[in-house]
């Protein structure tokens, strides 16, 4: 049998697998060189939980000669027969180690090991793998070897453990940090800061379309409902925009109340500001068909939902504001200013969607003329658009 060895493969872990900055490249290059010292490998599994608020965990499968297959599940998985029957569950519940001979009777109580024994595995070892913070996740090692992993492989392999659970550590932690600011702050947001751009007055201009809606009757709607079926109706009313949005490169800034701030950049990477201003109107048209089939049933009585957005296109300054270590990353300047207001005058006239004259003049046509109004804080009126046909709702 050839002799295990090992040495460099924990070095190369703790240096932090410089050669491999890619994830799924550290996978293939980590089991590459463990068969390579004499560790029979077969299928490698690594099962990472992480901080999601719709994604409980990252899976990543290696096999001989293929692609690292990387996969997710929600947090209904806990409660699934396959994971309660499964390795995995003593593992994430028991932080120990598991061990099966697929030919030995008692591994027949892990229906997944049925796959593992069709393939010709022999062994299969689920090992936890501890975080500093007390957290446990998991790795499976499976081999097609007779008689299973060695008393020596097996040794060898538990002794790089520690150093790749450090590296997957901190891989894990990056990632999170970056899945937290894109929950949080938004994705291009999220990059800016992870690049360093945390101090005070860090900003720059930005060509972009904005988006601000807002949603009607909500005072009235947190007076007579519980809290708790107050923040379920908004979190369903800001899945019909955050879908709509996103769906075409916008990013959603900030949630203000029942209000959402939101912007598209307009660049050479995304587009022009026609083609821009178009996707955002598409945007705003589905979000009113799904809003407006939006029924939420309260006791005896189905709930509707009436709402304002205003569409606007200009210059922003994008960054970090705020005051002494509490700063927020967000948009501010007069085209901002205006958005929110012509928001409040869809409000006063009962429209869905209204526009600003720049705005409607980019992404022509299905408009009607509202009119000017004076807006607070601009020296001249400004003409407003609504959407032609758009007036079916009462006055706010």
Partial sequence: MMQIDIRGIADWLIDGARSTPVVTDMISELCGRLVAAGIPLWRVGFFIRTLHPEIYGRNFIWKPGEAVVVGSVDYDIKQTPEFIASPLAIVFGEVREVRCRTDDPES???PFLDDMRAE??????AIPLRFIDGRT????????QAGGFTDEQLTALRSVLPALTR?????????????????????????RILDGQIRRGHGETMHAAIWLSDLRGFTALSDRLPAETVVDMLNRY???QVASIRARDGEV?????????????????V???????SHVLEAAQDMRASVEALRYPVGDVVERFRFGVALHVGTI?????????????????????LAARLEKIAGRLGRTVVASEGFAGICRGGWDDLGEFPIAGFSKAQRVYGLAGDASQIHS
């Avoid at 010709?120 to 070892?125: P, R």
């Avoid at 891989?171 to 990059?191: C, E, F, K, P, S």
């Fill in 108 to 110: 027949r109580r892990f």
């Fill in 120 to 125: 010709g595995v022999t062994d299969y070892v």
């Fill in 137 to 144: 996740h998991a790795s499976s090692w499976t081999t097609k």
């Fill in 167 to 191: 590296l997957i550590e901190v891989i894990g932690l990056r990632r999170v940090a970056a899945t937290l600011l894109d929950t949080y702050v938004g994705n291009r947001a999220g990059a």
């Fill in 238 to 240: 800001f899945d019909c």
């Fill in 253 to 269: 800034l900030k949630y203000m109340g029942d209000g959402l701030l939101a912007v598209f950049p307009i660049d050479e990477y």
């Fill in 271 to 277: 587009g022009d500001a026609q083609q821009v201003c």
């Fill in 317 to 337: 300054l994008y960054g970090n504001i705020g005051g002494g270590n509490r700063l927020d990353f967000t948009c501010i300047g007069p085209a901002v200013n």
